[in-house]
C-alpha cells in the first residue's frame, strides 16, 4: 500500500471513532505511566502533605471553584479600576481640558494666530490628545498592573486550561485558549499567537473569533460605560460593584461568543476533528509588585497611550474639519451624522457612536475622546455656538456630556458596550489577519462577520428593550 493510500486510509479509520477517542489514547497513556511508576519505585520515605502549589491548582483548576475564583478575581481588578480612576480622570479632565485648553487657546489668539489655525490645532489637535489622556490613562495606569501582576503570578495560564474543555467541546483546540487570553492585550497580538496552533482548520477558527478578546483599547469605553451608567443605576455605596460586574459580564459573553461562533464554524465551513494536546502549567511564582507596576507602566500602558495619541492628534483634526466645513449651511459632520442616524436608532445607537467608529478604525482607543469630542462639537453648534469651541458647558464631566448634550439613555450605553466587545477588529488586526492567512476571503470573513453579529445583536436587544 502506497504511502498516501495509508494516509487517506488512517483518516477514514479517523472519523469513525469517537470524539473523545484521542483524549482516551491521552489518559491512557498518563495511567500506564503512573501504574509503572507505582510498581517499580519504592519510598521509605513517610507521605507528605502536597505542596502549596498543589493545593492553589486544586482550587484554580477545579472544574466548579476554578471559574468562581476566576469571576471574582477579575471582578476585584475591574472593582479596582473603577473606583480608583474616577479622582485622577477629573483631575487630568481639570488640568488638561478645562484649564489647558483655554490657556491655550488664549496663548493663539494674543499672538495673532488666524481662526482657522486656532480652531484646528487646540481646538481639534489639542483637544483630541487631551481627552485621551483624561479619559484614557487613569484606568489604563490601574488596570495594566493589576492584570500584569495576575499574568506574572502565574494565574492566566490556569484560566487557559479551565477554558481548555470548553474550547475542546466547541470543536476548537484547546490551545486556542491562550491565544484569546493573548488577545485581552491586543488582538493583533493574539491572531499572531494563533500560529502555535498546527492544525490550518483550527488555526483559522482562532483568527476568526480572537476580535471578540476585549483588547487594550476597549476596556476605557466598557469601563466608562459601566461607571456612568450601570454603576447610577445603585446606590453610590455599591454604584463600583455594579459597574465592575457589568463589565465582568460583558468580558464573560466575549468568551460565551467565541465558544459559540467556534462551534458553528467547526460545524459548518470549517468541518473537522478536533485535536488534542497537553498544557504543562508553569510553577507559580512570588508577584514583584514595583518591577510589574514599572514594567506594566512602560511596556504597556505607555505604548496603549503612545499609540491612542498618534491616532488621536489626527482625528481631531478629521473631527474639527468635520464640524467647521459647511456645505449648505450646514457642516459636513451634521451631514454624516444625520445620515448614519437612523441606522444608529435601529441598533439602539445614535449617528454619532458610528461616525466616531467610521473614524476610529485604526484605532479602537480613541473611540470615547472621538464620541464626546462629536457629541460637544454638534451639541454647542445646535445651540449657536462656534463649532470649535468643544468644552464651554457647565459640567465638564463625561458623563454629563453624553446625557445632557447626546442624549444617551441607558439602552445606549448597554448597545455601546455589546457593539465594542462584537464590532470588527481595527485596521491592525485587519492587516494582521491577512498577513498570517494570505487571504482575502478570510480577512473578509474575520472582518464582517463581528460586525454583522455585532448589528444583530444590538439590533435585537433594540427590538425587545423599545417593545418592553
Not at 493589576?146 to 495560564?157: K, S
Not at 459597574?243 to 465551513?269: E, P, Y
Request: proline residues 5%.
Amino acid at each position: 500500500m502506497s504511502r498516501d493510500a495509508l494516509l487517506d486510509t488512517a483518516a477514514r479509520l479517523r472519523r469513525t471513532m469517537p470524539e473523545d477517542f484521542g483524549d482516551g489514547v491521552v489518559i491512557s497513556i498518563f495511567d500506564d505511566a503512573a501504574h509503572i511508576a507505582r510498581s517499580s519505585v519504592s519510598s521509605g520515605e513517610r507521605p507528605t502533605r502536597p505542596a502549596f502549589d498543589q493545593v492553589l491548582d486544586r482550587a484554580l483548576t477545579h472544574r466548579v471553584w476554578g471559574f468562581v475564583v476566576m469571576g471574582t478575581l477579575f471582578f476585584a481588578v475591574f472593582w479596582f479600576t473603577i473606583a480608583g480612576a474616577a479622582v485622577p480622570s477629573d483631575l487630568l479632565y481639570q488640568l488638561l481640558v478645562e484649564g489647558g485648553h483655554g490657556w491655550l487657546r488664549g496663548g493663539f489668539e494674543a499672538a495673532g494666530s488666524p481662526w482657522w489655525v486656532t480652531g484646528l490645532l487646540v481646538d481639534g489637535v489639542y483637544l483630541g490628545v487631551a481627552w485621551v489622556v483624561a479619559v484614557m490613562l487613569p484606568p489604563m495606569a490601574i488596570f495594566f498592573p493589576l492584570f500584569t501582576l495576575l499574568e506574572d503570578f502565574g494565574y492566566l495560564p490556569r484560566v487557559a486550561f479551565n477554558l481548555d474543555r470548553l474550547f475542546a467541546g466547541a470543536g476548537a483546540h484547546g490551545k486556542q485558549s491562550l491565544t484569546m487570553m493573548m488577545g485581552y492585550g491586543c488582538n493583533a497580538a493574539g491572531v499572531t499567537a494563533t500560529r502555535i496552533i498546527d492544525s490550518p482548520r483550527e488555526r483559522l477558527i482562532a483568527v476568526i473569533t480572537n476580535n471578540f478578546s476585549v483588547c487594550n483599547g476597549r476596556w476605557p469605553t466598557l469601563i466608562l460605560m459601566g461607571t456612568i451608567f450601570i454603576g447610577s443605576l445603585a446606590p453610590p455605596a455599591l454604584a463600583g460593584l455594579l459597574a465592575a460586574a457589568s463589565v465582568v459580564l460583558v468580558a464573560v459573553l466575549g468568551i460565551v461568543t467565541t465558544l459559540v461562533v467556534s462551534w458553528l464554524l467547526s460545524r459548518t465551513v470549517l468541518r473537522g476533528e478536533t485535536s488534542v494536546y497537553s498544557l504543562e502549567l508553569p510553577p507559580y511564582r512570588p508577584p514583584q509588585v514595583m518591577r510589574t507596576i514599572y514594567t506594566s507602566m512602560i511596556d504597556r500602558t505607555l505604548k496603549v497611550l503612545r499609540r491612542a495619541l498618534v491616532m488621536a492628534a489626527p482625528a481631531g483634526a478629521v473631527i474639527w474639519l468635520l464640524g467647521n466645513v459647511e456645505v449648505g449651511g450646514a457642516s459636513l459632520a451634521a451631514y454624516a451624522v444625520s445620515g448614519l442616524e437612523p441606522i444608529g436608532w435601529a441598533l439602539g445607537l445614535n449617528g454619532i457612536i458610528l461616525l466616531a467608529y467610521l473614524v476610529a478604525i485604526p484605532a479602537n482607543e480613541i473611540v470615547i475622546p472621538t464620541i464626546l469630542m462629536l457629541t460637544l462639537t454638534l451639541g454647542h453648534t445646535a445651540a449657536g455656538g462656534d463649532a470649535g469651541v468643544m468644552v464651554n458647558l457647565s459640567d465638564a464631566q463625561a458623563g454629563s456630556v453624553l446625557v445632557d448634550v447626546g442624549g444617551w439613555t441607558l439602552l445606549t450605553a448597554i448597545n455601546l458596550m455589546l457593539f465594542c466587545l462584537l464590532h470588527n477588529p481595527c485596521s491592525t488586526t485587519m492587516l494582521t489577519i491577512w498577513r498570517e492567512t494570505r487571504s482575502l476571503k478570510w480577512t473578509t470573513v474575520a472582518t464582517l462577520l463581528p460586525l454583522g453579529l455585532a448589528c444583530l445583536v444590538c439590533g435585537v436587544v433594540a427590538v425587545l428593550w423599545r417593545a418592553f
